[in-house]
């Protein structure tokens, strides 16, 4: 096991990497070169425009001022932070604040009261025949001699109360939509909505499966980027044309210029779009039975997502609609009745991860319990007592392996959560985490715990009675701190140092801006601000938290290396989401419930372990009052649960009503059938254009007219109109009001309105809701 000397040299390792890590992003983050890859989020909210001149920052006063960061990290106020960076980001950020308010208080009890308490102790002298044990153990609880003596809420509501008008306040998404003989989707939906919602019933959107369509325009992406970069390449060297050849990886096949060739393969990647564009707008088959249904309040909305909509409860399922950039959409073309097959096979497979990843975690544990192995196996001793290889394999190896091997899971389980099905991205990261913290709390703490307890103390078990072994497993669990101790020096220390250097975003921006990049935009696109990360951050600090609780009593020298990681990541984690991470999508801290169920657990389990070490310590008197600690938190997650989870679930008609009137006063001729007409229309169908820099391109406009009241009466027919004209060299997409440029793709998005009475009355006389044109660009 880890002594103080090996936890000497892991602090040493961990402490002298992050000094670096940070030394480094100090000089780095003053470059002018490297002003994008450490700002930003600066610069796609608006706060830069120009990037600094010059390769290398000369002032050195600049170099000093090293820890500027810091002060630069807490000026901004919270409300300033909800609206620079959004509400699930501050919350993130409170979870840092909330462990230092836990643990805080209780390393001060515990340095003052516990461990004087466990030093006096003297049970591991006693026991130093019969158990395995360091110094560092006699500060632990098994060292005591036998018998001894939702302010999140109120933040979610006043942040939806106080958010501007979007439109999936106004939207709900429906799935499991019935299908009716000579109707199509839209006509079910309308006519449905219409009879048990005509008050505030305002339109739909059908939603396609146009999943082939997508996995083109992806294709089309990687074509281009191979075209721009041999465009690039002949630009700089204007008279060799690339030549390469056409097979894998270039070394095999028929050689070709790379340029022409290029464009003979999206010239004809084009029409295979414009194809599949037609056949899943004209294919009755493509519709799903899922559509994305709009009112005309948000009293009208809420009410339709937080009721049952038909005496059927498996059809006409409806839930509010994630907004539109937090929509998977993907996910919206897998069929309703195999969701609940796919998350069983998942399950199933989530377990069968978690039972095989005990094989690596417990040679890992291995590695940390090197005087076990040498009971076991005295040939190794030689190896072993090398000091230098003693202290790096207990002192530091251990902890690195386990992060090694825990690095490729959230991408593992993010893929398992996107074949269960979930639309939303914000509920993807949320189940990801769920499993994340799953997996963890199995390998890594009860894992570690038992792997490492049971191989370690494998030659006290054989030589010693039956009777004897439950003693043994109650005072060696303790000892598993010191591993827990490396663990949050690799984890919490060097790791959240190593993040706010950004070393793998660095080095990509720099080889984009040496190959491909040739303007501002394409420097704007070879930006990667990432994103907080939630689906592994979460349960990382669920750990955390589970760590801090368990061994708070058990072993509170524990406690300084958890305040340390809080007190550090909260600094680091609110300079990137004030200048770098980029925000995917606001959920207003959905995940909030997540994150104090988890604490609850962790309460639980540390009753449960404080319970069964008292017992296998004769603590006769004192044990059965602690059935009264896990009963009391019980008490108080379901007191919790009942008061403040609903504001996480449901949106109150009290308050949507308010905002809607309010909302009616100040716009009175707000239209929102034109604000929510194309809101949730499928992206791909944006207008998917190519721009050469400095050249003009012809495009072909195709108008396809959906009718969604006569779909079905119209045999599915189209009316094209075709257009010709010249494209100018600005192109944009077109989201909603807002416009974002980006570098090789561009989307432009119309929407058109009819409003003639003939063509949108139904029989019953009701208006129909409006019929949308939407433009698709054709690149020739």
Known sequence: MATLEDLGVSAFINILSAFVFLLLFAALRVQPVNDRVYFPKLYLTGQRSHHPRGFVNLDICSYFRFLSWVPGALRMSQPELIHHAGLDSVVYLRIYTLGLKIFLPIMIVALLVLIPVNVSGGTLLNLRKEVVFSNIDKLSISNVSPGSNSNVAFMRLHFLASQKRCADQFTVIVRNIPHVSSHSTSETVDEFFRRNHPDHYLGQQAVYNANRYAKLVKKKERLQNWLDYYQLKFERHPGKRPIGRTGCLGFCGREVDQIDYYRARISELDKKLASERQRVLNDPKAVMPVAFVTFDSRWGAAVCAQTQQSKNPTQWLTDWAPEPRDVYWQNLAIPFFSLSIRKFLISVAVFALVFFYMIPIAFVQSLANLEGIEKVAP??????????????????????????????????????????????????????????????????????????????????????????????????????????????????????????????????????????????????????????????????????????????????????????????????????????????????????????SRIIASLLISHVTLFGLMSTMKAAYSTPLLIFLPLLTIWFHYYCKSRFEPAFRKYPLEEAMEKDKLERASEPNLNLKSYLSNAYLHPIFHMFEQQQEGEEQREEKVEVRIDKAQKQQRNHHRQEEEEESQATAHHYYHHHHEQTTTTHEHYHQHEHMSMSSSQYHMTDGSPSPPHFVYHYGVDP
Do not use: C
């Not at 992060?403 to 639309?423: A, D, N, W």
């Not at 890594?444 to 054989?462: D, H, M, R």
């Not at 809080?566 to 999508?585: D, G, K, P, T």
């Open 379 to 596: 040939f190794l001793r030689p190896v072993i007592e090398a000091k230098v290889v003693k202290y790096f394999l207990q002192g530091f190896l251990p902890g690195l392996a386990l992060k090694i091997f825990l690095y490729i899971l959230p991408t593992v389980l993010m893929i398992m959560s996107k074949v269960e099905g979930y639309v939303s991205l914000s509920s993807l990261e949320r189940r990801t985490a769920s499993k994340y913290y799953y997996f963890m709390l199995v390998n890594v703490f009860l894992g570690s715990i038992i792997a490492g307890t049971a191989f370690e103390q494998l030659y006290a078990f054989i030589h010693q009675p039956p009777t004897q072994i439950p003693r043994t497993i109650g005072v060696a669990i303790p000892m598993k701190a010191t591993f827990f101790m490396t663990y949050i020096m690799v984890d919490g220390w060097a790791g959240i140092a190593n993040e706010i250097l950004r070393v793998k975003p660095l080095v990509i921006y720099h080889l984009k801006n040496m190959f491909i990049v040739k303007t501002e935009r394409d420097r704007e696109r070879a930006m990667d601000p990432g994103s907080i990360g939630l689906a592994e951050n979460l349960p990382s600090l669920q750990l955390y938290f589970l760590l801090g609780l368990v061994y708070a009593v058990v072993t509170p020298i524990l406690l300084p290396f958890i305040i340390i990681f809080f007190a550090f990541a909260f600094l680091v984690y609110r300079h990137q989401i004030i200048n770098v991470y980029n925000q995917e999508y606001e959920s207003a801290a959905a995940f909030w419930p997540q994150v104090h």
